[in-house]
């Protein structure tokens, strides 16, 4: 695990003890069990679709808006602009996120039926039942930050609550444990459970925090063919989309490049436009 993740790790760790001082999993899981069931995420038949981001600080390109940011409205263009689901980052220390962004997020996005993902550095299955309990119907999972056993448990929470999740990998290990993980899975479905599992290539080095374009190309061979494949990071318009299609992803989670633009709605537009006549 990179430096980087190491100290995510650890402060995710340590937001969960605090947050069980405040709240036993016991009765954070009733809280998320009482809560109305969240939409589903539905990728477009016509081949190709966007996870739009909010978040308002990135390590990388440093502030990208202002907690008194009219960001809800950012959030509604996206569900206008045709975003299959938004990611709200929640992670306080370095993305300037919060549980409360990814509740007002949820509350915004339900006239639309588009669900919220809670983008974070999760550790516990506690956190996945504050996304749950946030309103969220997906969760973020890094692959190389946690065990096989902690996945696990990650996964079976956000099957048993509906929850899709992201897999994120970095490499071809990433990759490697991410199938094994799947294989395991395989069958394992039970009657009102939800499985829906997506595979993600991020292309950020998380030593430089520098994209690196060629790892989509490089890991796209690699990626599980049963699985939609997301492209993560660089993708900045159209172009890098189409690209992106004919490598055979099949989504691509988009965040600076639409926080740093006026008209979110629009760019979403001409990505969807265009990705989804191209082809693959």
């Known amino acids: 695990m990179s430096g980087f993740l190491d100290e995510m790790a650890s402060l995710s760790a340590a937001r969960v003890a605090e947050a069980q001082t405040r709240e036993s999993f016991a009765l954070l899981e009733q809280r998320a069990r009482a809560m109305p069931p969240a939409?589903?995420?539905q990728l477009s038949p016509l081949g190709f679709d966007v996870i739009a981001e909010l978040k308002l600080r990135s390590p990388a390109a440093g502030q990208l808006g202002e907690p008194s940011d009219d960001w809800l409205k950012r959030v509604t263009a996206y569900?206008?602009?045709g975003a299959a689901a938004v990611s709200v980052l929640t992670e306080p220390a370095r993305f300037d996120g919060s549980l409360e962004h990814l509740r007002l997020a949820c509350a915004a996005l339900k006239p639309f039926d588009v669900p919220a993902m809670r983008k974070d550095f999760l550790v516990d299955p506690y956190q996945v039942l504050e996304?749950?309990?946030a309103g969220a119907g997906g969760v973020l999972v890094i692959v190389r930050m946690l065990s096989r056993t902690q996945m696990t448990q990650l996964l079976d929470v956000a099957?048993?609550?509906q929850l899709f999740v992201l897999l994120e990998a970095f490499d071809g290990a990433d990759l490697a444990a991410a199938r094994e993980l799947l294989a395991a899975r395989s069958g394992r479905r039970t009657a009102g459970s939800a499985d829906d599992i997506l595979v993600g290539i991020n292309s950020r080095d998380l030593q430089t925090l520098k994209v690196?374009?060629?790892r989509f190309e490089v890991l796209a061979p690699l990626l599980p063919g049963d699985r939609p494949a997301v492209a993560e990071s660089?993708?900045?318009g159209a172009?890098?989309?189409a690209r992106m299609m004919r490598l055979g992803y099949r989504v691509a989670l988009i965040g600076t490049a639409l926080m740093s633009c006026d008209n979110p709605a629009q760019l979403l537009g001409e990505?969807?436009?265009t990705t989804r006549t191209v082809k693959a």
């Open 212 to 214: 690196v374009p060629q």
């Open 131 to 133: 996304a749950r309990a």
């Open 239 to 241: 172009a890098d989309a």
């Open 159 to 161: 099957a048993e609550f």
């Open 271 to 273: 990505i969807l436009a």
């Open 79 to 81: 569900a206008q602009g």
């Open 234 to 236: 660089g993708v900045a």
């Open 39 to 41: 939409a589903r995420l």
